[in-house]
């Protein structure tokens, strides 16, 4: 049976599927608005003539990361659903609809890396998808230039800007925050496994936690003693933190899913974690600088 022109279209665009989300979800940090990206991506598609497409793929990638710019800069207002229209109005061939849930939000999440998310989320749009296209994916600044709306120069230096404010000083952290990271992650290490001992190990006898009002409000308890916070860690198990630098020294983000929730500053002092500031309160973490270690930024494609 010969394939129609629909058929093929279907076919290059499912084999080009999986790269395009991974391309969406990275500059929106959510699995749904992703996964509405490539699929209005799919519906531009199948009403264009591609004729004198010589790289479907491209062309895609281009499409999907339009439909994401739009996006990042209209949220915060009502987004219309364009894909819903299209489809009611059937302008559009049906492609199957990828249904999101939270395991699968979940593992997108922790690939990318959720302390990467909560960075980039940090970024204005252009600067968000400037990085992503050019550092994550290795596209070029020429072919870049067009989807971000300025020249090719500009786009260069519009992702060394965002490069800048992703990673840690200049990706290269001192002895003494090196040292201070190895002891947050052995503590996260420690809670996921569920290790009593190497947590007190890595907790000062009178180490003292405290929280905020809007931390509180989140789940999060002022505590004080190795053995209450080991046995706190133990109930949190730590899977939503990640090691993330808070003004260039390390300290703990609580994402779910990529959602900053709370960030922990801990003070560290011969190899062990003396206290700590859990902090949930948005204006607060507003105004903190966040950046991941340079080997984070550029990972996963």
């Not at 509405?36 to 999907?64: I, K, P």
């Not at 009502?78 to 699968?104: C, I, M």
């Not at 593992?107 to 959720?114: K, Y």
């Not at 260069?156 to 925050?177: C, E, H, K, L």
Request: glycine share 6%.
């Amino acid at each position: 049976m010969n394939e129609t022109k629909d058929d093929l279209l279907a076919e290059q665009f499912e084999q080009c599927r999986q790269h395009l989300l991974s391309v969406a979800y990275r500059m929106l940090g959510s699995l749904s608005d992703a996964e509405d990206a490539v699929q209005e991506s799919w519906l531009r598609l199948s009403r264009t003539d591609m004729s004198d497409v010589q790289n479907t793929g491209g062309w895609l990638r281009t499409v999907v990361s339009r439909i994401c710019l739009d996006t990042l800069r209209a949220r915060g207002t009502r987004r219309e659903d364009s894909l819903e229209s299209l489809e009611a109005e059937g302008l559009a061939l049906a492609a199957p609809r990828h249904r999101v849930n939270a395991a699968q939000e979940a593992e997108m999440a922790d690939s990318v890396g959720l302390a990467l998310l909560v960075v980039l989320d940090r970024l204005n749009p252009v600067e968000r998808v400037a990085f992503v296209l050019h550092d994550m994916f290795d596209v070029p600044f020429d072919d870049i230039a067009p989807i971000v709306g300025r020249s090719s120069d500009t786009a260069r230096q519009i992702a060394s800007r965002a490069r800048r404010r992703v990673t840690v000083g200049d990706g290269m952290p001192n002895a003494d925050s090196l040292r201070k990271r190895e002891v947050i992650d052995a503590y996260l290490a420690a809670a996921r496994r569920g290790d009593f001992e190497a947590l007190i190990a890595l907790l000062d006898p009178d180490i003292e936690f405290e929280a905020d009002a809007a931390a509180v409000l989140a789940g999060a308890s002022p505590a004080r003693g190795a053995t209450i916070i080991a046995n706190s860690a133990l109930r949190f198990r730590a899977f939503s933190a990640r090691v993330i630098y808070i003004n260039g020294q390390p300290g703990i983000a609580v994402a779910p899913r990529g959602h900053l929730k709370l960030l922990l500053l801990p003070a560290v002092e011969n190899g062990r974690i003396t206290s700590g500031q859990i902090i949930g309160d948005k204006e607060t973490i507003a105004r903190f600088e966040l950046t991941v270690a340079a080997d984070t930024a550029t990972q996963i494609r």
